[in-house]
Nanobody, 117 residues
Framework: QVQLVESGGGLVQPEGSLRLSCVASGTIFSRNDMRWYRQAPGKQRDLVASITTGGSTNYADSVKGRFTVSRDNAKNTVYLQMNSLKPEDTAVYYC???????????WGKGTLVTVSS
């Protein structure tokens, strides 16, 4: 059974930083494209950042230059470094894995990030 467990969320002041982690188990991590999504209250879930099996990254325009996604295949972990946080970054952040061999997608349960003074 595939499990994705996010951690690192919390309350941070504007312009602060947080690093989210997502640990995967039950899957061959290196063959998964990994993505971070977020969902603010009353809004749809949006893609924030992605990293492919080959290490190529992509970002939503709203976070370019502030967020960095990375992965450590040896630790089965994907990270999201978030800098210069803004109140509008407040959301539940979800980790998603896409197994490119099986074509299966998996979700974590999310971690809440609140940016407020």
């Amino acid at each position: 059974q595939v499990q994705l467990v996010e951690s690192g969320g919390g309350l941070v002041q504007p312009e602060g930083s947080l690093r989210l982690s997502c640990v995967a188990s039950g899957t061959i991590f290196s063959r998964n494209d990994m993505r971070w999504y977020r969902q603010a209250p009353g809004k749809q879930r949006d893609l924030v950042a992605s990293i492919t099996t080959g290490g190529s990254t992509n970002y939503a325009d709203s976070v370019k230059g502030r967020f960095t996604v990375s992965r450590d295949n040896a630790k089965n972990t994907v990270y999201l470094q978030m800098n210069s946080l803004k109140p509008e970054d407040t959301a539940v952040y979800y980790c998603n894995a896409l197994d490119v061999v099986l074509g299966m997608s998996y979700w974590g349960k999310g971690t809440l990030v609140t940016v407020s003074s």
